[in-house]
């Protein structure tokens, strides 16, 4: 079992509490800084196992407690839009697939951060007829585009 520095500062909860305000979504710079930082240095363990370019489901096995939130990327009144920006043939879950501020899913993502190595997630919620599908994917900086939405 690997130790870990035992922290000073307080932990967020686990739960999920509603924020009291609206939270102001991340900018493209801020994403590009976190990307960068999160760059500087290696993934934890836990990270590592998490650190496939593309989106990845999450089950209930996999570790995540190593994240705390920041703050999303969208704002409720464009988390309806559902059209991706892929205007090099990607598709969802290509590796190289473009993070789109702006566009389906990343209008409903949530930036994750690593108190342990830094690295930067985004994390969103499909939601099928009969089933939900917990998402992630690592934030990488030479992706991060923030063209127009067009439907
Ligand atoms: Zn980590």
Redesign the pocket.
């Known amino acids: 079992m690997r130790l870990r520095p035992v922290l000073c500062r307080a932990r967020m909860p686990h739960h999920r509490k509603l924020p009291m305000t609206e939270p102001t979504p991340l900018t493209e710079a801020q994403l590009r800084d976190l990307a960068l930082q999160a760059d500087t240095q290696p ?2 363990a ?2 590592a196992v998490l650190s496939r370019p593309a989106w990845e489901s999450i089950s209930g096995a996999t570790a995540t407690a ?1 994240l705390d939130p920041v703050g999303p990327l969208g704002t409720p009144d464009i988390a309806h839009r559902l059209t991706e920006f892929h205007p090099q043939g990607t598709h969802l879950w290509s590796p190289d697939a473009p993070i789109a501020l702006g566009w389906h899913p990343y209008n409903q993502s949530t930036l994750w951060r ?1 108190r ?2 830094a ?1 930067v997630f985004l994390r969103y919620t499909e939601y099928g007829g009969y089933y939900q599908d917990e998402r992630i994917r690592p934030l990488q900086a030479g992706l991060l585009v923030e063209p127009p939405y067009q439907e």
């Open positions: 993934r934890c836990d990270c190593q690593c342990d190595c690295g």
